[in-house]
């Protein structure tokens, strides 16, 4: 009887199952373990993590390490994923300034238009045209603001709405005798050009502004040409959804426009085929010219474009990781997904920021098999029991999946890990078939933080992975799906008003000023998005004579498969094709985790007795 260590390092975690073997085939598991992966994939630097595993896995079995007979390494897939993401378009704004925000208190109500004025230029003064809107910069109070503004009103000087620096916005419009709209809290108020023709927006309480949001008004009220038009798009944009809005219109040049272009990704086929895809034609089309290409030997982007800065970005950071030089390293597999990005806009005077179109992309690179050689013999000589790299990990993965019951072959398994998406099929006769696609949960977490601009891949990992509340009170919160939850004790009130992730390290609040529904559709469109379409090229890859429906069971193992809407949206778009999806439960116990590793000892046990 000998007792054997399977061990799966992957990209993000690292996994090891212990079983005692007695006989050929003849295996009992007694333990597993799960740690984050230490360095990155098939590096020395993996050692670390691994040991560590195997002790937590050994430690309720009695047995010591050193009685291990053998430890089976995976022989990792040389593929590794990065991500990427880019504007298409460079959205930047001519000839206009703007200002859209969600000041917490700003005055008055209405939309008013004239020509920006500075307060000092009212001071006493009758300036004549108008109408005009008052510049009030931070050092004014608000004493004397509407002092000046009454008096002026007085000598019939039109003043119709205000710009202010600091918070004032109601005191100032509290002490008008005729009220106005007071946009307050523009940071920049230096910024904000003087004797040119302004249009600003307040909105009632608990509604948004409609006309400055709207190009057509925009254009109405500058009397836009149908070009200027097109280009106050991103600023019109930009303003949708706030509170207040100003828009000034700012002399021509003084604020510039500058493109980059977007760039074309080129798809290198085999026997010479080559391709090429504007990117900005869309994450569909890419991705319906990869399939066309397919199998890809190369993806090469465009250089001195938005794209091409992507994919140096991309390699330099893979030729670091796996220490190889930029030049030798090559993309093998890209997902390219539809998505939003926020983007500073050039002349904004309060930090305002529009949603641009933006591509992002998956990539995924080959790297060496050596370096897993090198892992085995350092790990060797730290443990001092024989290591062993043995069995492709595709077909591992699929023998520790078929340990699930109520499976039988033929059958696939989508592994969904974090870097990579990976799918084999079995047939009848065993014969297996893999293969590897760009893309999986990191990706997912990356379209999360960027579409919800939350700058924090922490806390966006636990928007993907954990549902949403709203804390309505001190005493009881409204989930996602609806229900009411109440306390009796107070909640912290830091929490108060907030949406927050219910992960279970703590609830953690979510800065953001979207809505709890509009969080949870970004959420499910980054997991469809990446993780369908995934599923079903993986499928139409792998599958026999491309027949997804000679396939009866489809089983998902890795992390992503723990999530608890991804089964759901996998199966749902599987059902036309009749197959039985679902989370693969590894042993009848590990759910989707521990496949590979579980694989190792069971091709192991194949052979060898104990
Ligand atoms: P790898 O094989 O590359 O090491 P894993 O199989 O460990 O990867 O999968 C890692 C991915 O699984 C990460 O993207 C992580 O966010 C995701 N993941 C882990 N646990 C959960 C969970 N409970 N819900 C959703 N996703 C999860
Ligand atoms: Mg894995």
Partial sequence: MITVAGVDVGNNTTEVAIARIRGRGDVEFLSSAMVRTVGIKGTVRNAVGIIDAIDRALAPTGVARKDLHVVLLNEATPVIGDIAMETITETVITESAMIGHNP????????????TIAISALDGQTPSGGPFIVVVPGEVSFDDAARIVNAAHARGVPVVGAIVQKDDGVLINNRLERPMPIVDEVRHIDRVPLGMPAALEVAPPGRTIERLSNP????????????????????????????SA?????????????????????????????VEVPVDEGADKIMETVQSVYPLEEVQAEPGTNVGGMFEQVRQVMADLTEQPVTSVRVQDILAVDTFKPQQILGSLAGEYALGNAVGLAAMVSTQKLPMLRLARKLEEEIGVPVQVGGVEADMAIRGAMTTPGTRAPMAIVDVGGGSTDASVINEAM???????????????????????????????????YPLAKVESL??????NGSVQFFHEPLDPRLYGRIVVLSPEGWKPIATKELMGKIVSVRQGAKRKVFVRNALRALERVAPAQNVRLIHFVVLVGGSGLDFEIPKMISDALMDYGVVTGRANVRGSEGPRNAVATGLVLAYAQHHGG
């Fill in 104 to 115: 917490a208190t700003p005055g008055g109500q209405g939309l008013e238009h004239g020509r």
């Fill in 216 to 243: 057509y008004d925009i254009a109405t009220l500058f009397g836009l040409d149908p070009e200027e038009t097109r280009r106050s798009v991103p600023l019109a944009r930009a303003l949708m959804g706030t509170r």
């Fill in 246 to 274: 100003v828009v000034i219109k700012t002399p021509a040049g003084d604020i510039e426009e500058r493109r980059i272009p977007a760039g074309k990704i080129i798809l290198l086929g085999h026997g010479g085929r080559r």
């Fill in 431 to 465: 014969e297996i078939k893999s293969t590897h696609q760009a893309g999986a949960g990191d990706m997912c977490t990356l379209l999360i933080n960027t579409e919800l601009g939350l700058d924090d891949m922490e806390l966006a990992e636990a928007v993907k992975k």
């Fill in 475 to 480: 005493f009881h919160m409204r989930h996602e």
